[in-house]
Each structure stands twice: as structure tokens, then as C-alpha cells.
T-cell receptor, first 117, second 114 residues
Framework: RKEVEQDPGPFNVPEGATVAFNCTYS??????FFWYRQDCRKEPKLLMS???SGNEDGRFTAQLNRASQYISLLIRDSKLSDSATYLC??????????????????FGQGTILTVHP | EAQVTQNPRYLITVTGKKLTVTCSQN?????MSWYRQDPGLGLRQIYY???????DKGDVPEGYKVSRKEKRNFPLILESPSPNQTSLYFC?????????????FGPGTRLTVL
């Protein structure tokens, strides 16, 4: 089982639609959570962090359910410019060979969103 | 401008011909890492470095080497590339290797090994 799983989509929605993505993670030791956005063949960029209390940034709302180990992203009033791949990212403490702790990121495979006119 | 740069951006090579992909950051970040991205598999970490002269294997290190002689540079070396190393590679850095620090990614290097 993959440590972070997402529905790969693709999701095809009209402008103005509301769309939601879910992501599940298997490691209960995971401590911080993020959504990254990746445009076609470009680098991932941080969209938003995800907090237990839920958080909102304009049209984007992220939720975390630690008990069920899933994360969600809701996009309201979709724009053409929202078309991208959305990556669910989970961070937990790892340790290197010398025993030093570091934040180990694990990425989901991404969910493709296409917003059409 | 704060950024992570990679070179080359695109490379087509043949099996067995050694190559190096450079990565440089100008943000004085301690933590740097390399990922590869393949369809259906997401980004997977190849190697990481917590500071100068400290490097460690990630999840898929086989066939790769790295070095961290200076804080700003973290080159990825393929001593004898094979077709299964055809992929999209990203270098990333963050201020510290902490659980909450944001990672900044380079623009990517698309490598094809024939």
C-alpha cells in the first residue's frame, strides 16, 4: 500500500464549479500536511499547508482528519487557471543513517484537474 | 531573486555515458534533496543532504551519487545511466530539514537515456 494515495482523476469541470480532492495517508506518525500545485512539466509549488482546524485561502479550503488519516482540498468557483496537477504531501520525522532527525516528505501521485470554459 | 537552478533542463544521452546534473540554490539553505518523478509514482526521493559534507540515501538511490562540498551546490551524478533512469528530476532545498519547513523546487531536468 502506498504511503500517500490520491485519486489520479482526471477531473474535468466547467468554470465556476466546485471540486474536491481527497488524499489518504497510511503512516499515523505523519505530522504535517500540504497541498502542492504542479503545472504541466514544471516544478511543484506549495499551494497551502493543512491544519487540523481546517484552513482557507481565498477559493481554496483544506481539511485534515487525523482520526481517518485523510486530507482534502476544496476549490470553489473554479477558474481556467486552476488547471494543474494537485499533489498531496505528507511530512513525518525520519532519521538518517547517523540517527539525526529530519522532515521526510512523501508525495501522492497527484490528481489532474482540467477546468474548461 | 531567491531560487533553485538546475542544469541542464533537457538531456538525451546513451546508456553508460556518465553525466552530472547540477543544482544550486541562493537562499543559504541547509537542506537539499533530489527527487525523480515518474507517471503514476509521484515524486520519490533519491538522495538528501542536511548540510555540507552530509549526504544520505533516500528511497531510490540505486544508480545515483551526490556530493555536497559547498552549501549552495548539490550535483546529481549518474555514473552509468540506464534506460530505467529516464525520468523528470527535481532538486529541492529548504532552510532546515524540519517538519514544517517549505521546500523550494528547481525547474526540473528531463532526462532520456537511450
Amino acid at each position: 500500500r502506498k504511503e500517500v494515495e490520491q485519486d489520479p482523476g482526471p477531473f474535468n469541470v466547467p468554470e465556476g464549479a466546485t471540486v474536491a480532492f481527497n488524499c489518504t495517508y497510511s503512516n499515523s506518525a505523519s505530522q504535517s500536511f500540504f497541498w502542492y500545485r504542479q503545472d504541466c512539466r514544471k516544478e511543484p509549488k506549495l499551494l497551502m499547508s493543512v491544519y487540523s482546524s481546517g484552513n482557507e485561502d481565498g477559493r481554496f479550503t483544506a481539511q485534515l482528519n487525523r482520526a481517518s488519516q485523510y486530507i482534502s482540498l476544496l476549490i470553489r468557483d473554479s477558474k481556467l487557471s486552476d488547471s494543474a496537477t494537485y499533489l498531496c504531501v505528507v511530512n513525518r520525522l525520519g532519521a538518517n543513517a547517523g540517527g539525526t532527525s529530519y522532515g521526510k516528505l512523501t508525495f501522492g501521485q497527484g490528481t489532474i484537474l482540467t477546468v474548461h470554459p | 531573486e531567491a531560487q533553485v537552478t538546475q542544469n541542464p533542463r533537457y538531456l538525451i544521452t546513451v546508456t553508460g555515458k556518465k553525466l552530472t546534473v547540477t543544482c544550486s540554490q541562493n537562499m543559504n539553505h541547509e537542506y537539499m534533496s533530489w527527487y525523480r518523478q515518474d507517471p503514476g509514482l509521484g515524486l520519490r526521493q533519491i538522495y538528501y543532504s542536511m548540510n555540507v559534507e552530509v549526504t544520505d540515501k533516500g528511497d531510490v538511490p540505486e544508480g545515483y551519487k551526490v556530493s555536497r562540498k559547498e552549501k549552495r551546490n548539490f550535483p546529481l551524478i549518474l555514473e552509468s545511466p540506464s534506460p530505467n533512469q529516464t525520468s523528470l528530476y527535481f532538486c529541492a532545498s529548504s532552510r532546515r530539514p524540519r517538519i514544517t519547513d517549505t521546500q523550494y523546487f528547481g525547474p526540473g531536468t528531463r532526462l532520456t537515456v537511450l
